[in-house]
């Protein structure tokens, strides 16, 4: 996100006919409309007068441009009823979506610490991916790298009752284009809801234009995108209404005092139900995650108390008040139970105390002494493209024949440069070409490791296989 922040002030002297008189700054944020504006190009356009001290230096927020809120003749709003009724086009949006899980990488750069999620579309359609729920419409095929980043507070101010629905999310694409992207969101609409309030901020260049849907259904917000940047739903607090939500458990386990007993914190997250799971997992390494199912129904800003078994359990706080904010990257837990260590399960209760303790959410059994379901030991976990080359690298060198048939793929996705490739080129034999493509490997870190491992795959399967099978203790694939 830092790309799209870095300018994201300007001088009052640019963008020419958008700004206001002096008068108007004064008294606050001015919004105008253009009276030759039709339906479907017309946008709000505003400055914010507040200045923002930056260093030693004070600038002045720039103009963020968006589209109306209000849905013109040529936006399709649709609500999906929970019973199955149809869209407008006759199926939701991720009917005819191919569902894959990405292959979770560290770049080596700034985003080192963060999941990047990489998936190589092999055709065009619509893929949805199963850790995140986001839905690429893809033309063809292309290398897509995506990330969850943190929203920045200073390029929402001024938008009053908008807020964020849902995780901003950084996409790329290389060596193809996405036409279409869907959001989840997790917004619970009745039969006649106004669903106008949804809508799609997208960040470029220091702007922000707010994307109308082309359709809201019961699970994701469509829009059509023409560049790629940062992407992240807003939503118009106007109505009070449930959201989906999740309620996630980690537990860890604290040294004490020699003469004291260790102690166990289970620590319970209450939050909308599009944060991706994996985000919480990997912002939590230090813990055990416990997979129990979480779905519950929310109310944004309503207080509510957990209740645990056995009773002699402590849970601080006494209760808490669920905002929709909590979008990462941190994610505080919302109630923590103090536990002794001998205490093999809990049960665990939400109450809505606006509603007389009414249960929202609740688990009689939830077993803290098995390992989490879809956690792996560690001698049997899946393990990474990036990581089977760095395993495999000697047998690599001395068996890979088809190496210049990688390297051309390698290098029409600008993965290694002419001058590597001319070296390759001129190794008389396949292990020298090998041990040189390494070198490329090597310094083009994991994202390149994996998309050689992609194409060995796809030109030599059953050298694949067969070293996949002859270290199966150590190595399972998804």
């Known amino acids: 996100m830092e790309s799209s922040q870095s300018d994201e002030c300007m001088s009052d002297s640019e963008d020419e006919g958008e700004c206001t008189s002096d008068s108007d700054d004064e008294r606050g944020m001015r919004i105008s409309l253009s009276d030759s504006d039709d339906e479907s190009t017309s946008k709000r356009r505003f400055r914010h007068p507040r200045s923002l001290s930056m260093g030693t230096r004070s600038r002045t927020v720039k103009r963020h441009r968006f589209h109306r809120l209000q849905a013109s003749k040529k936006t399709e709003t649709v609500l999906e009823h929970v019973d199955g009724a149809e869209s407008s086009s006759g199926q939701t949006p991720s009917d005819d979506a191919e569902i894959f899980t990405p292959e979770l990488i560290q770049e080596d750069d700034k985003y080192k610490d963060k999941n990047t999620y990489r998936f190589v579309c092999p055709h065009a359609g619509q893929f949805q991916c199963s850790l995140t729920s986001l839905v ?35 996409v790329k694409c290389f060596n193809g284009s996405i036409s279409k992207l869907h959001l989840p969101h997790c917004e619970i609409f009745s039969e006649g809801d106004n669903m106008d309030g949804l809508a799609v901020a997208h960040f470029t260049g220091g702007n922000m234009e707010i994307v109308q849907p082309i359709t809201v259904t019961e699970t994701h917000v469509m829009i059509d995108i023409r560049d790629l940047s940062l992407f992240g739903l807003l939503w118009m607090k106007i ?22 007993e260790e102690e166990k ?38 207080e509510y108390s957990l209740r645990c078994q056995p009773e002699n359990c402590e849970v601080q706080p006494k209760s808490e008040i669920f905002e929709h904010n909590n979008f990462g990257p941190n994610f505080h837990p919302s109630f923590q139970v103090f536990l002794s260590v001998d205490v093999k399960k809990v049960g665990l209760t939400i109450l809505d105390k606006a509603e007389d303790c009414k249960e929202v959410w609740s688990r009689p059994r939830v077993s803290l002494k098995a ?28 068996r890979v024949s ?48 994996a998309e050689f491992y992609r194409l060995l795959k796809k030109n030599e399967p059953h050298l694949v296989e067969e070293l996949e099978s002859g270290h199966s203790k150590s190595f399972r694939r998804q």
């Not at 063809?140 to 999310?169: C, H, I, K």
């Not at 209404?241 to 999740?246: A, E, K, V, W």
Request: hydrophobic fraction near 35%; glycine fraction near 8%.
């Open 136 to 170: 690429f419409v893809m033309d063809g095929e292309g290398e897509l790298l995506y990330r969850v980043v943190s929203w920045d507070p200073r390029l929402l101010d001024g938008l009053g009752q908008m807020q964020p629905a849902g995780p901003l999310y950084d």
């Open 402 to 449: 088809s190496v210049m048939a990688i390297a051309d793929s390698l290098r029409s996705k600008h993965m290694i440069t002419d001058e590597l490739y001319s070296e390759l080129h001129n190794a008389d034999t396949n292990q020298r070409k090998m041990r040189c493509l390494f070198m490329a490997l090597d310094s083009g870190g994991a994202s390149v490791k």
């Open 265 to 302: 914190i289970l620590n319970v997250h209450l939050l909308p139900g599009n944060v991706p799971v994996s985000e919480v997992v990997h912002s939590h390494q230090d813990k055990k995650y416990i997979e129990t199912t979480s779905k519950c129904h929310l109310f944004l800003e309503r």
């Open 239 to 260: 109505f009070s209404h449930p959201i989906s939500g999740q309620v996630l458990l980690f537990l860890r386990t604290l040294p004490v005092e020699e003469e004291e």
């Open 371 to 398: 390992p989490s379901q879809g956690v792996e030991p560690p001698e049997h976990r899946m393990i990474s493209g990036s990581e089977f080359v760095d395993a495999l690298r000697g047998k690599l060198i001395q």
